[in-house]
Structure formats: structure tokens, C-alpha cells
T-cell receptor, first 116, second 110 residues
Framework: KAGVTQTPRYLIKTRGQQVTLSCSPI?????VSWYQQTPGQGLQFLFE???????NKGNFPGRFSGRQFSNSRSEMNVSTLELGDSALYLC???????????????FGPGTRLLVL | ELKVEQNPLFLSMQEGKNYTIYCNYS?????LYWYRQDPGKSLESLFV???NGAVKQEGRLMASLDTKARLSTLHITAAVHDLSATYFC??????????WGAGTKLIIKP
């Protein structure tokens, strides 16, 4: 079974630009979560989607948004990029048996974003 | 608000030794996860602990959960260099979110 894939793997943007990151979950997985990882703040939760519905959102400004499609693929968008948005963005998918819990999350390789 | 604390944050040890990483969390949860991250890589699932007294073992790693004490431990037995990595614990809250510890960077010297 193919793992979680994320594209692109690396990205360089300048301040003020916007970026869209893509995540393809493991086949059959319906829950997708996004995280930001930085050396200073560690792993921070961005949002979680289940069957195209955002069920929770972390403490990030509205510049960070996401969506999930009917095939469970997910995208996240960051508008008006700031230097502090430089980070590794990780996507994780899981197969919640009944949707009431997350179950074990399987992570993609991440997208490393550098904002200049 | 659920908070997760790991200690130590950094651990340097010799091969062959035993050590334990601790993960404390602040509010009730029945699901705790351990992950491993190698430098420059993504996270790999190690264990999921679902109930009080749960114990899981894989090779030289053993994880346990005490929900009453809100404590999980990851015990390393007879460490080998290949276990060098950063280890994270994460606790699931009631709203589909994992709350992560800061990670324990483990260096095992030959």
C-alpha cells in the first residue's frame, strides 16, 4: 500500500506570496491532519479533516486554510506568507473506524517551506 | 487545556545501557501515541496505548501507560546506535487533535 504523499517536497517563496501544499492520504484513509514543525515551536496542529469536513482547527491565523476533497486528498493554503511561516509542513492520515477518534496517524515526508 | 510534557528533552547514552523517557499529560485521555523522527525525516509510528496498564513492546523499545497517573514511559533496553532519533509522545484530546510533547532527542554513542 502506498504511503502518504506530499507535494511539493521543497518550496521557496517570498514574503507576501501565497502557497498551496497537497497531500494524498493512504488509500482508504478518511482523516487527514496537517501540522507545522519548527525547531522553536515543535509540532503544532493546524487542522483535521474527516470526510471533507474540518472537525478542528489549531491556533493559527486565518491566512492558513485547508480543504479536503471527496477522494480524501487534502490541500492547505497559506496566504500572505511571512518569514515565520518557514517550516516543515506535515500531513498525516488515519483510518478512524467510526470517526470518533483519530487512530494511528501515518505521516507523509513533509513539505519544507522557506520564506525569504 | 491538555498539555503534554516530555523529559528529558535530550539524552546521550552509551550503547548497551537502559534508559526511560517520560511523558506526562495534564487531563484525562485514553489514547497516547509514541512516534520516532530521524533527522530530516518524517514521523514514524511506534506505539499506540489505549487503556490503563497497556504495555507494548517492539524490539528494544517498550511503552506503557498509566492513565491514573497520566504518565507514559518509553523504555529502551540495551540501546544500540540505530535507536538514535527524536522520540515524541502525543496525546489525543476529545476533538480530533493530537497534543504533542516537545520530543526527546536521543543520541546513542557506540
Amino acid at each position: 500500500k502506498a504511503g502518504v504523499t506530499q507535494t511539493p517536497r521543497y518550496l521557496i517563496k517570498t514574503r507576501g506570496q501565497q502557497v498551496t501544499l497537497s497531500c494524498s492520504p493512504i488509500s482508504g484513509h478518511r482523516s487527514v491532519s496537517w501540522y507545522q514543525q519548527t525547531p522553536g515551536q515543535g509540532l503544532q496542529f493546524l487542522f483535521e479533516y474527516f470526510s471533507e469536513t474540518q472537525r478542528n482547527k489549531g491556533n493559527f491565523p486565518g491566512r492558513f486554510s485547508g480543504r479536503q476533497f471527496s477522494n480524501s486528498r487534502s490541500e492547505m493554503n497559506v496566504s500572505t506568507l511571512e518569514l515565520g511561516d518557514s517550516a516543515l509542513y506535515l500531513c498525516a492520515s488515519s483510518w478512524p473506524h467510526d470517526g470518533s477518534t483519530l487512530e494511528t496517524q501515518y505521516f507523509g515526508p513533509g513539505t519544507r517551506l522557506l520564506v525569504l | 487545556e491538555l498539555k503534554v510534557e516530555q523529559n528529558p528533552l535530550f539524552l546521550s547514552m552509551q550503547e548497551g545501557k537502559n534508559y526511560t523517557i517520560y511523558c506526562n499529560y495534564s487531563t484525562t485521555s485514553d489514547r497516547l501515541y509514541w512516534y520516532r523522527q530521524d533527522p530530516g525525516k518524517s514521523l514514524e509510528s511506534l506505539f499506540v496505548l489505549l487503556s490503563n496498564g497497556a504495555v507494548k513492546q517492539e524490539g528494544r523499545l517498550m511503552a506503557s501507560l498509566d492513565t491514573k497517573a497520566r504518565l507514559s514511559t518509553l523504555h529502551i533496553t540495551a540501546a544500540v546506535h540505530d535507536l538514535s532519533a527524536t522520540y515524541f509522545c502525543a496525546v489525543e484530546n476529545l476533538v480530533y487533535q493530537l497534543i504533542w510533547g516537545a520530543g526527546t532527542k536521543l543520541i546513542i554513542k557506540p
